[in-house]
């Protein structure tokens, strides 16, 4: 039996950049997990909704036009709603320090900002992952 | 019956899921949970689509969904893309084509790795189709990953195999003769929106002329999914080609052979698992190895040495 660590990488909401969350999908892929990436402009029930049916073990959202306190948390609500706590979430991109902590309260479990190594997240997940 | 198997034939899109990871991982406690579905199965028409990179494989499957919904019709998609060989790791992008159907509670669609198998298709493939199939997807489109000559393996669980290719491979077709081109069902010309799509038909028409089919005349379908043009017309020819089987007999002909593929499948896994456990062959096969590589024993002796384990 061999169990992958299985990883969806989306980006919620109107912006278009999308080479961080790249760059992230492919260290995470040369870490051995399995990544799906789904392009831009998701909705928060997009996302839920391929999390369930891939069945993957974290969320990665990736976000750079300031609205995660609204997306992030739309995400982690409705998976919550789902009882999908198994599933491990984590964010990404331009987000202010003082807004970390009511992301890490909506259930954010951690929220990597410009300049993380690519590294940490790859472990973090490896450390952290739920199931 | 097991909770599991109750709640994927009663289409409950979590347990597909979590199943579907079960037998992905060749989890055991997945076992007792496929006999029991296998019953249910049998219903949905299973479509494969494949063909060369970039040919726009997602696109259409996104179309065909779409056309199947309209049809009242429940979707189930398989998406492969391969794993590394060097990670293990798999970056899995069809999706980003289809998102327009994650909302859709009629459609489930699923990624997956190829996880070191060779043909274009990953080895739980067979149970993913009975998974789908028990939980009452009326058609299920299954997209290879992008293929050169001779990933032919999505014949041995497709009831209709679909090639796809694009305007401007011009004397490439020629050279892709064998393999892929004989598996076709129905050919299928993309990106029709692009300039050579006449002269891309008329060069599989007169490849087509060479082959001497009586009964059949494989049908050549120009799409263009970007302009939502021609699938209406490949829908029907899908049908027709179904109808074909059944009438033939070639129906009951193609499931016996998915069948027999899965079976091998089955029993080579169980094989494989049974030689290197340590508990079982692994050191007798170590042994045999380090005797090779000394000269005392040949390759072919020792295989006999390591059936006759099994066998006995």
């Known amino acids: 039996m061999v169990k992958k660590i299985r990883v969806l990488v989306a980006k919620p909401g109107l912006d278009g950049h999308d080479r961080g969350a790249k760059i992230v999908a492919r260290a995470l892929r040369d870490a051995g997990m399995e990544v799906v990436y789904t392009g831009l402009h998701q909705t928060a029930e997009q996302i839920v909704n391929t999390a369930m049916q891939e069945d993957v073990d974290v969320v990665g959202l990736s976000l750079l036009s300031g609205a995660h306190m609204t997306l992030f948390v739309d995400v982690a609500v409705s998976m919550k709603e789902k009882k999908m706590d198994d599933v491990l979430i984590i964010g990404g991109g331009i987000i202010p320090q003082e807004d970390v902590p009511g992301l890490k309260k909506a259930g954010i479990a951690e929220v990597f900002g410009p300049g993380t190594p690519v590294e940490e997240i790859v472990n973090y997940i490896k450390k952290n992952v739920k199931r | ?312």
């Open chain 2, 1 to 312: 019956m097991t909770d599991l198997a109750a709640k994927v034939i009663a289409g409950d899109q979590r347990s597909i899921a979590r199943l579907i990871t079960l037998v992905e991982n060749d989890a055991p406690d997945a076992v007792e949970t496929m006999k029991q579905i296998h019953p249910y199965t049998g219903q949905a028409s299973v479509i494969g689509v494949t063909g060369v990179m970039g040919s726009g494989k997602s696109s259409l499957i996104l179309e065909l969904a779409l056309a199947y919904r309209a049809q009242g019709k429940k979707v189930g998609i398989i998406a492969i893309d391969p794993t590394s060989p060097f990670s293990g790791g798999a970056l899995l992008g069809d999706r980003i084509r289809m998102m327009e159907l994650s909302t859709d509670a009629g459609v489930f669609i699923r990624s997956m790795g190829t996880r070191g198998m060779m043909g274009g298709l990953t080895s739980s493939l067979y149970d993913v189709v009975e998974i789908l199939d028990a939980a009452g997807m009326n058609v299920i489109l299954i997209e290879t990953v992008g293929v050169g000559q001779d990933e032919v393996d999505i014949v041995k669980i497709a009831d209709t195999t679909l090639v796809v290719l694009i305007p401007g491979l011009g004397d490439s077709v020629q050279t892709i003769k064998a393999g892929l081109m004989e598996i076709a069902d129905i050919f299928v010309v993309n990106k029709a929106d692009k300039p050579g799509v006449e002269q891309a038909v008329a060069e599989l028409e007169s490849m087509l002329d060479l082959v001497n089919n009586p009964d059949r005349h494989i049908p050549i379908v120009a799409t263009s999914a970007k302009e939502k043009k021609g699938i209406q017309q490949l829908t029907e020819k899908i049908t027709e080609h179904q109808v074909y089987l059944k009438t033939t007999q070639k129906f009951e002909q193609r499931r016996r052979q998915r069948y027999e593929a899965e079976l091998i499948e089955i029993i080579r896994k169980r094989l494989m698992e049974f030689i290197f456990d340590e508990k079982k062959l692994r050191t007798t096969v170590d042994c045999c190895i380090d005797q090779i590589a000394k000269k005392q024993l040949d390759p072919y002796s020792a295989a006999d040495q390591i059936l006759g384990k099994i066998l006995k």
